[in-house]
């Protein structure tokens, strides 16, 4: 979640509405809010600050309330989707290595 800058999962909801998404493994210490933006982390395989949707519902994952999940409103409509693109990233080793240098050089 962008504006309070912690971590959780993204997945699939159980109906597989290409609409909704499911957040989850959220820590409880957030405090999430209804039509806040999710966007990717720098943890995933993604640049950080994509927009993945909106939080549109909230819940807690067990009783004791440990870690949130919350359904989130995808900002693309993958029912339209006609043609995907895999790309294999065949300079991904040098890449790493240039951006492990430039963290070293800040």
């Known amino acids: 979640m962008q504006a ?3 971590t959780g999962s ?3 909801g159980d109906n597989l509405d290409p609409h909704v998404g499911l957040l989850y493994n959220v820590s409880n ?3 999430p809010k209804l039509n806040e933006l999710v966007v990717t982390s720098d943890l995933s395989l993604f640049p950080a600050g994509i927009p ?3 939080i549109s519902n909230l819940h807690s994952k067990s009783a004791k309330g440990a870690f949130l999940n919350m359904d989130v409103s995808i900002a693309v409509d993958f029912s339209k989707l006609q043609y995907v693109y895999v790309v294999n990233n ?3 080793q040098e890449q790493l290595g240039l951006e492990a240098q430039q963290k070293k050089d800040e």
Do not use: M, V
């Open 4 to 6: 309070l800058k912690t």
């Open 10 to 12: 993204f997945i699939w």
């Open 29 to 31: 210490n957030a405090t």
């Open 52 to 54: 993945i949707g909106k």
């Open 90 to 92: 065949k300079l991904a």
